[in-house]
């Protein structure tokens, strides 16, 4: 019987890809990927720090693996694993795996499919995982260029799980994306990285290397295929990446942005590494040189300190501007942050009170985005099938969502739209 292997992921866009490398790892070794509600004989955790919720709903999964198959061997790794590293396992079914970057070799390889062909569970000897490419399916793939944050927000633990900035050499960058392309068949290239807009500043070059540059190679690539830009510090959003990638076609007219807030105040309280005077700046020129642009953002609520005026600065900002989508999160505190420390904490109730305000506002601005497209034609990229509605649904380049009536032989084709 061909051993099972399942996986869930928490938290960002590189933990994602770390999950598939894993699992791309595991199918090479002669498992079968399946899904994470099955039994299976291998149960991958790959968790989350950011936030406790992460970490809660982490311990969860490593619950459920363990409901579904008690004799399962259970691998948990990911940022909750690095930010408790003192903590012991209680079972020896639990492998808790700190550095991902190390489970490529045969013998580990061999380990695992023994374990499983055997269902010797006893066997605690610990394995690692290397990185490599991976996909969220066939025709959308991520693409991690850059790891670490060396921007210590007082709300964050990332640069303490993460590590400095550490970026992949253009080279090896260029000839990942063009094997995904050529030979997988890659449509969306999806750039990402723990702080994506650093890409370059740790390269010890004579001329300088930065993510413009990665852009620029891998848009040479001769083939049908566009890339697409994941979230992106403000500011990075300068005239040099604008420009470069404003005559650029295979570019996605979509930019994600992390403000978190409005309020200089808050923004001081944030330690964020920039000021709302460079951000609105930066968003406006994104305005200037792609007009049609869907610009997305994150935002914090309740920070403690944040006041009702540092909130009305906030929402007026975001309305004004009209960003054609919201990620709103309330603020959870995280303990080992300086925003633990901080005084003049919000109550739960006026956190929320502000957070259903930014909701509310998020619908507004949506629709107002999405009805400027009324009628009008967008190129649409194919990529799941649901044979049991036997719909379509795929993205425009501007992060719109459509769906329409069609067959699975049509996953990865590019076709004209018009929104309605």
Known sequence: MTPKIAAH????????????????????????????CHQADIYLINTCAVTQVAEHKSRQFVAKAKKTNPLAKIIITGCAVKFNKNKKSNSDLVEIVEDQSSIESLKAKQ?????????????????????????????????????????FCSYCVIPYLRGRYFSNPLSEIVSEAKYLIEKENTKEIILTGINLGSYGIDLQQDNKIRLTNVVEKIAKIDENFRIRLSSIEPQYWDDDLLKSIKNNPKVCNHFHIPIQSASENVLKL?????????????????????????????????????????????YSFLEKLSFAKLHIFKFSQRSGTKAEKLPNKIKTPII?????????????????????????????????????????NGLSDNYLRFFKNGNKNEIGSFEEMIWQ
Request: overall charge positive; hydrophobic content about 30%.
């Open 9 to 36: 992921t928490l938290g960002c866009k590189v933990n994602q890809y770390d999950t598939e490398q894993i699992l791309k790892t595991f199918q090479q070794a002669g498992f079968e990927i399946i899904d994470f």
């Open 111 to 151: 380990l695992f499919a023994e374990i499983c062909k055997q269902k010797d569970y006893a066997n605690n000897n610990k394995t690692f995982f290397k990185d490599s490419t991976t996909t969220t399916n066939r025709v959308r793939r991520f693409l991690v260029i850059q790891r670490g944050c060396e921007q």
């Open 270 to 314: 944030m330690n964020r590494p920039t000021t709302l005077a460079t951000t609105k700046k930066n968003i406006e020129s994104i305005y200037n040189h792609f007009p049609d642009a869907a610009i997305t953002a994150d935002i914090i609520v309740g920070f403690p300190g944040e006041t009702d005026s540092d909130f009305n600065k906030t």
């Open 352 to 392: 929320k009170q502000r957070a259903d305000q930014l909701q509310k506002l998020n619908q507004k601005l949506t629709e107002e985005y999405q009805g400027k497209f009324v009628n009008k034609k967008l190129t649409v990229l194919w990529e799941q099938y649901n044979p049991k509605t036997k719909q379509l």
